[in-house]
């Protein structure tokens, strides 16, 4: 099972950016996905998550600016953010808990980050 992310990039505060992250391989199935941050130094932190029966939850800093949405068809996450502000700039990771195939246990997998860079 991976995941692989896409969608960062370089934005003017006040901007918009659009983060997807879709899972692939032997998935039986998946439960929480999840977008989170990183920056140099500091601890990784939950941006949002969006639980299979379709709550989602924010981190306080992003509430009402980021939007976390999921094709479960896809096997897919999306971070919609939109009034970016400087202090949003670092590596963002998806992450997921999926029941895989082969084992047949839950586990918990990381995509690799993709790096948000927000200029004043």
Do not use: H
Not at 52 to 77: M, P
């Amino acid at each position: 099972v991976q995941l692989q992310a896409s969608g960062g990039g370089l934005v003017q505060a006040g901007g918009s950016l659009r983060l997807s992250c879709a899972a692939s391989g032997s998935i039986s199935r998946i439960t929480n996905m999840a977008w989170y941050r990183q920056g140099p130094g500091k601890e990784r932190e939950l941006v949002a998550v969006a639980v299979s029966d379709g709550t989602t939850n924010y981190a306080d800093s992003v509430k009402g600016r980021f939007t976390i949405s999921r094709d479960n068809a896809k096997d897919a996450v999306y971070l919609q953010m939109n009034s970016l502000k400087p202090e949003d700039t670092t590596v963002y990771y998806c992450n997921a808990n999926i029941v895989d195939r082969n084992y047949g246990s839950l586990r918990n997998y990381w995509g690799q980050g993709t790096q948000v860079t927000v200029s004043s």
